[in-house]
Each structure stands twice: as C-alpha cells, then as structure tokens.
C-alpha cells in the first residue's frame, strides 16, 4: 500500500479519496436521516432528529465544498483512452451532475429550514438562516429539497451501477478511487 496525497495521472491521490469515501458515507447517513425524520409525526423526536439531519447537511455541504477546491487544484486523473467515448463521456456528464447536486441538495435543506423558521445549529453554534421566515417560500423550498435529493439519489444508483460495472470488468477504474490497491 502506497498513496500519495497528490493524484497522480493514474489513480486519486488520499485526500481526493478520502473526501469522496467520507462524503460518500455521510449522504447515504444523511438520505436515511432525512427520510426517517422528515416523516415522523410533530413531535419532540421529530425536532431531535431533524436537527441532527441540519447540522451534517451543513458539515456534508462544507466537505463538498472542500473536495470541489481541493479538486481544482489538483486535477483528477483523466479517464484511459481505451475507454469507449460515449463512457468516458457519461462520466463525465455523471459526475458534474453529482457535483451539482451535492451543493444544491444542501443549499435547499438549507434554505427551506431558513424560510420555515427552522433554526440551524451545529453543536451548539448557531447557523446563519439564509432567507427571512416566509411560509409561501418554505413551502417551495421543501419541494425544491426533496426534488434535489431524489435527482441526487438517482445519480448515485447510476454511479455506483458504473463503477460496478468497472469492478467486473477489472479495467482498474474502480481501484484509483481505493486506498489500498495499486494498479
Ligand atoms: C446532501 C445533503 C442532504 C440530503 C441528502 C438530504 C436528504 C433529505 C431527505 C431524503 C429528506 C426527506 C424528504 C421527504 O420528506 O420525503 C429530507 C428532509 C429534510 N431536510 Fe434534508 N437533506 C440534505 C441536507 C439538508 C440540510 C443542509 C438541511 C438544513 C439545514 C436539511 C433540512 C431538511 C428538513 C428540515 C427536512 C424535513 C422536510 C419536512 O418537513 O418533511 N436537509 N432531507
């Protein structure tokens, strides 16, 4: 085992792996949360948990912020040429999608919370609401919210179903994103 911190043109490097393993973890934590306290009746548990899914939405939107600068400083390596086009292209297509949504899932958690009154804290520290109280604009927020985390849900059915399909055909693909295999 040998990583670097830097990618190289053949595999990411460990902090790009370990941002996307990280992140990875906390979004499947996070749609489990979200659906479990999002259709809990009012009550004192649902506030618990709801809070709990506010304060790692903020913590995962700040990772992802994290990985997408740390990714433009250091290019990921790119996808081998003896890949067909049209994958390399889906990848591609995937993966900006993926970006998109990890930002915007988030940023509209964070804006129907801000619009419903419903404060934010992480660990005690207060989080900046984004929008004034406004019910009318909560309500479209809360739809934005979930359309965003269903768009997000699906892309990473496809990713996996990708990087899946790399890992059977041993192509190496699915080890430049694995601490622990050299190729
Ligand atoms: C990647 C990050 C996030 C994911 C994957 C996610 C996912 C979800 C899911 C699956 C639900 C359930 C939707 C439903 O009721 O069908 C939900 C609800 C909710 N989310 Fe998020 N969320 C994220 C970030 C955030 C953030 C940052 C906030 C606020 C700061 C937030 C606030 C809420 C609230 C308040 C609800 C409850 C909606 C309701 O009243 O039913 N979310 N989220």
Not at 95 to 116: D, I, K, N
Not at 133 to 145: E, K
Request: proline letters at 4%.
């Amino acid at each position: 085992m040998h990583t670097h911190s830097e990618n190289s043109a053949a595999r990411y490097g460990i902090v790009a792996q370990l941002l996307h393993w990280l992140v990875a973890a906390m979004v499947f934590v996070q749609l489990g949360l979200g659906i479990y306290a999002g259709n809990l009746p009012v009550s004192l548990a649902r506030l618990k948990w709801l809070s709990w899914h506010k304060a790692l939405g903020i913590i995962l939107l700040a990772l992802v912020l994290l990985r997408l600068a740390w990714r433009a400083f250091h290019s990921p390596p790119a996808l081998p040429a003896f890949l067909p086009r049209h994958e390399r292209l889906l990848a591609l297509v995937v993966h900006a999608l993926l970006y998109a949504m990890l930002v915007l899932a988030p940023l509209s958690g964070w804006l129907y919370a801000s619009a419903a009154g419903l404060s934010v804290t992480v660990r005690g520290l207060r989080i900046r609401n984004l929008v004034e109280r406004n019910p009318g604009l909560a309500a479209a927020f809360h739809d934005t919210h979930v359309i965003f985390v269903v768009v997000l849900a699906s892309l990473i059915v496809l990713h996996v179903a990708g990087a899946l399909r790399h890992a059977l055909r041993h192509d190496g693909i699915m080890s430049r994103m694995l601490p622990w295999r050299r190729t």
